[in-house]
């Protein structure tokens, strides 16, 4: 079992930046991925980006490549999303989530993990 945890969410205005964490709890290891989905109200979770636990393999999607950097602690078991240069189309809950044993071809996929976290609010005002 692991649980994730969130925080750092917020409201920003269009250009500014935040950072989110994600803290995991339970057992975690080399098998395993972490990563970002975003949910806007009416819309299908987007896979943001993605780490594989010993950092060597990085995943973005297009929409915000330059624009935020994934990041982990392994010693710490934490996750986190730096995000620079929001944009409105930002705006949603970003969700923390792992897997264990993960694809190339499923990790931009939700159903390749089975570990989600409850979401922080990001909103991005123009």
């Known amino acids: 079992q692991v649980q994730l945890e969130e925080s750092g969410g917020g409201s920003v205005q269009v250009g500014g930046s935040l950072r989110l964490s994600c803290a995991a709890s339970?057992?975690?290891?080399?098998?395993?991925?972490l990563g970002w989905f975003r949910q806007a109200p009416g819309k299908e979770r987007e896979f943001v980006a993605a780490?594989?636990?010993?950092?060597?393999?990085?995943y973005y999607a297009d929409s915000v490549k330059g624009r935020f950097t994934i990041s982990s602690n392994t010693a710490k078991n934490t996750v986190h999303l730096q995000m620079n240069s929001l944009k409105p189309e930002d705006t949603a809950v970003y969700l923390c989530?792992?897997?264990?044993?993960?694809?190339?071809?499923?990790?931009?996929?939700?159903?390749?993990?089975?570990?989600w976290g409850q979401g922080t609010q990001v909103t991005v005002s123009s």
């Open positions: 780490i594989r636990w010993n950092g060597a393999t990085i």
């Open positions: 989530v792992a897997g264990l044993n993960i694809i190339t071809s499923m990790i931009r996929n939700p159903r390749g993990y089975s570990y």
């Open positions: 339970g057992h975690t290891g080399n098998r395993y991925a």
